[in-house]
């Protein structure tokens, strides 16, 4: 039975949660000021620490820095207010497991305990933030996120990394797929080989095999020396092909073949040449409509769809926005020579109420145009492009649910085909959002 002590001053609210967590098999202990809690953690082994922003004796996030310090092993999370979630992002990078937004969802708490507990007992925890590592996310661009999304995608991530498979990565412009595709290649045997990406759409058709396979001098008006393709600079390593789909027939005929040989033939030269390598893949695209249509070969769909990954949209990954908003002013700030420390709590709202349609990629142009024009220590919204403030395009979007939220509900559904992802855009409302409302409206 794991044991947890909640540090938090509320203690009406402190009593509530602790029969919660009891009568979900948790021995709990309370402490109702940073001072309590230091002596109790002397005195007694916790499990997991579940402490409150902000406390009448300290900073919930200068608790959470001494306790990592002391005991870096034991997994923290920290309880706060929802206007305060800039502030929470701060501390998972100081060391805080997760975060939970007041009010509570009871099913998210023990959630976010279970998952805290599971990677306490999985995880070796550093003593200190480690330099190196550090460096190596911020060279991949990949970040943990926090968001049931993120965390299925990261458990993915991990699964299939030290395989060989071929893996095929999903998900709408913008949404990191390359990012995904060189984390998979740093965790995996052939990190020390090279990643390659290739953009599918920006190779004409004609010299697609010349790109692909390398190609001798003069061996095509305009070959005036020897070329190196795609797949033999990256023998041993890890080919990436973002927006497969926009190859023509012809060249996915080719690739097949290369990937069924594991052999190549440059342009021009009778002489094949062995290659081993590994295949991530990308699209935006449904392949599958695209195979019925005739547009895709379907050997080679299944060829390269060994394992196929969902990357999710910044709108599935809600509680993620401020934590990647975060890692993209720190971006900026090294490229462009700033030192901007954060945003305003009118700039957090702004964002979480924003559809971000471009998903990452146009937050972290916008977190670095805004980091570029700010002169304070904050972003302010004043500094924000006007698409942020098409208030007349909000007000419709919430009169749109707020008029009848069941129907609108029940009809988005059924356009879908019960299909709660793609009924959430439809909405303009988050997956989470649209669970909640499932469970009050009682639908099905």
């Not at 937004?101 to 933030?129: R, Y």
């Not at 968001?147 to 709408?172: F, N, Q, W, Y």
């Not at 412009?173 to 060189?182: D, F, L, Q, V």
Request: glycine content about 4%.
């Amino acid at each position: 039975m794991s044991k947890i002590l909640i540090v938090e001053d509320d203690i009406s609210f402190c009593k509530l949660l602790e029969k919660f967590l009891s009568k979900n098999a948790y021995t709990v202990n309370l402490s109702f000021s940073a001072a309590e809690a230091r002596l109790a953690i002397q005195k007694e082994n916790f499990d997991l620490i579940l402490t409150d922003l902000r406390l009448p004796d300290a900073d919930g996030i200068d608790l959470l820095t001494e306790i990592k310090t002391d005991y870096p092993a034991i997994p923290v999370i920290l309880m706060t207010g929802y206007s305060e979630v800039s502030t929470a992002v701060k501390a998972i990078k100081n060391g805080a497991s997760d975060y939970i937004s007041k009010p509570f969802n009871p099913d998210e708490v023990l959630a976010v305990i279970s998952n805290a507990l599971v990677s306490e007992k999985t995880t070796t925890i550093p003593q200190k933030k480690n330099d190196k590592v550090v460096k190596e996310v911020a060279a991949s661009g990949y970040v943990q996120g926090i968001s049931a999304a993120s965390k299925k995608l990261s458990e993915h991530i991990k699964l299939v990394s030290p395989t060989d498979m071929s893996v095929l990565i999903i998900g709408e412009s913008g949404t990191g797929k390359e990012i995904i595709a060189k984390s998979i290649h740093q965790q995996s045997r052939r990190k020390q080989n090279n990643f390659i990406a290739v953009d599918c759409g920006a190779i004409p058709k004609e010299l697609a095999a010349s790109e692909f396979f390398g190609h001798l001098k003069g061996s095509f008006t305009g070959a005036i020396s020897d070329k190196t393709g795609y797949f033999e600079a990256a023998n041993g390593g890890t080919l990436f092909l973002d927006e497969i789909g926009n190859l023509s027939y012809e060249n996915q005929i080719q690739l097949l073949r290369a990937l069924q040989e594991r052999k190549i033939k440059p342009v021009g030269s009778n002489k094949e040449i062995e290659v081993d390598i590994r295949i991530i893949t990308a699209t935006n695209e449904d392949l599958r409509e695209a195979v019925k249509n005739g547009d895709f070969r379907e050997d080679l769909y299944h060829r390269i769809n060994e394992f196929s990954i969902h990357s999710p949209s910044l709108t599935e990954r809600e509680e993620d926005l401020i934590l990647f908003a975060e890692f993209f002013l720190d971006k900026a700030n090294v490229q462009l020579h700033k030192d901007v420390i954060g945003f305003s709590k009118e700039v957090v709202t702004i964002f979480q109420n924003y559809s971000w349609p471009g998903n990452l990629r146009e937050l972290q142009n916008c977190v670095k145009r805004a980091t570029l024009l700010t002169q304070g220590d904050f972003i302010e919204s004043s500094v924000l492009p006007l698409e942020f403030f098409n208030q007349n395009e909000l007000k419709a979007e919430q009169f749109s649910l707020s008029e009848n939220e069941k129907e609108a509900i029940e009809n988005a559904l059924a356009k879908t085909k019960n299909n709660k992802s793609e009924a959430a855009k439809l909405l303009k409302i988050t997956r989470k959002t649209l669970y909640n409302k499932l469970k009050l409206y009682d639908i099905n």
